[in-house]
């Protein structure tokens, strides 16, 4: 009543989605006839046949869709698209405020339930789900065999768990603090106007997007978590593979990695490292211009670039998203033809450049230009090699002009660019 979440329960005969002012009041539902009651504004009613197909719409914003012997939800909260469940196994989405709070999913039905501007419950099958909201903090959730719980304090996010592993999505002020997941979930991450991170499959697959900035990639068969505090990463790791980002104010710290490493990292407009599995993945990002994407066998990666999405990639090919200012310019190849950028790289702390398949003069001559790595050291030019593999470096100040009309990749690594 009001704003207060009364009851969720489900039978074997009615479903009905009783709405009051700006809060969902009850969900209950069978194999039968859907129900759905709105006041004011609202949808009054719907009911049909064995198979039920309900569209559920409450003002602006799209409550949940279900059809056939299977429930299929699509749940749209603001311009948020907040949940998706299909087949024998429903993913259910929540969303609190912009912010989504938690998943789960079983073998049959997915109830969703949404009080004033927030999402705040799902329920399903056979075991009861209860929601318990006080003022502005969600108390709890439990489901199934397992216990879900949601537990929200203030603007923070306190936990998430179900299945026989446990998921949490911690969030604290602006930060993510960390997230998990098992063997089967696919989760939809979305804080502010940010991806924060897809899941998939039995493998895992991770996109973190702090700010405007792509933080990490990876996927394993257990758990991938971010840890990041204020304006730093702190670091990252998951299960039997360990992948550790760490990083203090502007400057990447350290990687360490077991037999599987990803890393993403972005300073400024330019993503400045990446690296991962037996094949690299390449997300390379100069000024308003994406350079490069390349993944391997067996990842999904979708890169968000301010408001617009650059790259979406899976299974055995790769899949290459360019954009250049607002222009899509590339799709399966890089494009990126005559290439001359000027610049000086001026640290102290210059840890690592990478750059596949340029034409350098520092001046520095070659045609084939493998790798240059530069580290911390210093050094006297000319260096000319036309088959020069590595280069190490350190404590060195460089102007260069970078030309070429088959450039597939250059990663910076904590530089400044001028």
Not at 50 to 56: A, R
Not at 60 to 83: K, P
Not at 273 to 286: E, I
Request: glycine share 8%.
């Amino acid at each position: 009543m009001d704003s207060v979440l009364i009851g969720v329960g489900h039978c074997s005969a009615v479903t009905c989605l009783c709405h009051m002012n700006s809060a969902l009041i009850g969900v209950g539902y069978c194999s039968d006839v859907t129900c759905l009651c709105h006041m004011d504004s609202a949808l009054i009613g719907v009911g049909d046949c064995s198979d039920v197909t309900c569209l559920c719409r409450i003002d602006s914003v799209l409550i949940g869709v279900e059809y056939c012997s299977d429930a299929t939800c699509l749940c749209h909260m603001n311009s948020v698209l907040i949940g998706v469940g299909y087949c024998r196994d429903v993913t259910c989405l929540c969303c609190m405020d912009s912010m989504l709070i938690g998943f789960g999913y079983c073998s049959d039905v997915t109830c969703l339930g949404h009080m004033d501007s927030v999402f705040i419950g799902v329920g399903y099958c056979s075991d009861a789900t209860c929601l318990c909201h006080m003022d502005s903090v969600l108390i709890g959730v439990g489901y199934c065999s397992e216990v879900t719980c949601l537990c929200h304090m203030d603007s923070v996010i306190i936990g998430v768990g179900y299945c026989s592993d446990v998921t949490c999505l911690c969030r604290m002020d602006s930060v993510l603090i960390g997230f998990g997941d098992c063997s089967d979930v696919t989760c939809l991450c979305h804080m502010d106007p940010a991806l924060i991170g897809v899941g998939y499959w039995r493998d895992v697959t991770c996109l973190c997007l702090m700010d405007y900035m792509l933080i990490g990639v990876g996927y394993c068969v257990d758990v991938t978590c971010l840890c990041r505090m204020d304006s730093v990463l702190i670091g990252v790791g998951y299960c039997r593979d360990v992948t550790c980002l760490c990083h203090m104010d502007s400057v990447l710290i350290g990687v360490g990695e077991c037999s599987d490493v990803t890393c993403l990292v972005r300073m400024e407009s330019v993503l400045i490292g990446v690296g991962y599995c037996s094949d690299a993945t390449c997300l390379c990002h100069m000024d308003s211009v994406l350079i490069g994407v390349g993944h391997c066998s067996d990842v999904t990666s979708l890169c968000h670039m301010d408001s617009v999405l650059i790259g979406v990639g899976y299974c055995s090919d790769v899949t290459c998203l360019c954009r250049m200012d607002s222009a899509l310019i590339g799709v399966d190849t890089v494009v990126m033809s005559c290439v001359c950028v000027t610049w000086t790289l001026c640290s102290s702390e210059l840890d690592t450049v990478v750059m596949s398949r340029v034409c350098v003069t520092w001046p520095l001559c070659s045609s084939e230009l493998d790798t240059v790595v530069m580290s911390r050291v210093s050094v006297t030019w000319p260096l000319c090699s036309s088959e020069l593999d590595t280069v190490v470096m350190l404590r060195v100040c460089v102007t260069w002009t970078l030309c070429s009309s088959e450039l597939d990749t250059v990663v910076l690594s904590p530089v400044f660019v001028t």
